[in-house]
């Protein structure tokens, strides 16, 4: 499972011209999901988004989480994170899980964040969206569990 995080001043997503999420500070999770994901995978990824200490404290150091700031998510599903354009001109999405395995996993991802307490608005899974995101920075990050170890670490 892999996230592109963008911290946010605010975003919209919208679909056939009507606005199906809207979020005010915080961040963009663009969500991807690949064929050996499983709900741990979810976990360690809500958790580690939820803990990213990327929000400014009063003296101008990224210190504060979140919680912190009173921030809220917006999560697109994205599979073209698991696009390959090493060879040739036109990628292969090979890698992204497919729909019926994705979409329970990326439901699951939102319920955990909400669980937590935080205001979760999301895209519309398999839809063609228009995402409109204010990046506040830019601040930009990609999350990713690594396989095989257990959890400890991350990419990006």
């Not at 210190?63 to 009173?70: E, F, I, S, T």
């Not at 964040?113 to 995402?131: E, I, Q, Y």
Request: glycine share 14%.
């Amino acid at each position: 499972m892999r996230a592109l995080i963008q911290r946010v001043s605010h975003a919209q997503v919208t679909v056939d011209g009507r606005v199906v999420g809207r979020i005010g500070r915080g961040f963009v999770v663009l969500l991807g999901v690949t064929h050996a994901d499983s709900r741990a995978e979810a976990d360690w990824l809500a958790a580690k988004i939820a803990g990213l200490r990327v929000f400014d404290d009063e003296g101008g150091k990224m210190n504060r989480a979140l919680a912190d700031v009173a921030g809220e998510l917006l999560v697109v599903s994205q599979f073209t994170l698991y696009g390959d354009a090493r060879k040739g001109r036109r990628p292969s999405f090979t890698g992204a899980a497919a729909p019926e395995r994705a979409e329970p996993l990326v439901d699951y991802f939102v319920e955990q964040l909400r669980d937590a307490g935080f205001a979760v608005a999301t895209g519309v899974f398999g839809a063609h969206m228009d995402v409109e995101i204010h990046n506040d920075g830019p601040v930009t990050m990609l999350l990713e569990r690594e396989k095989g170890s257990g959890g400890t670490g991350e990419q990006g």
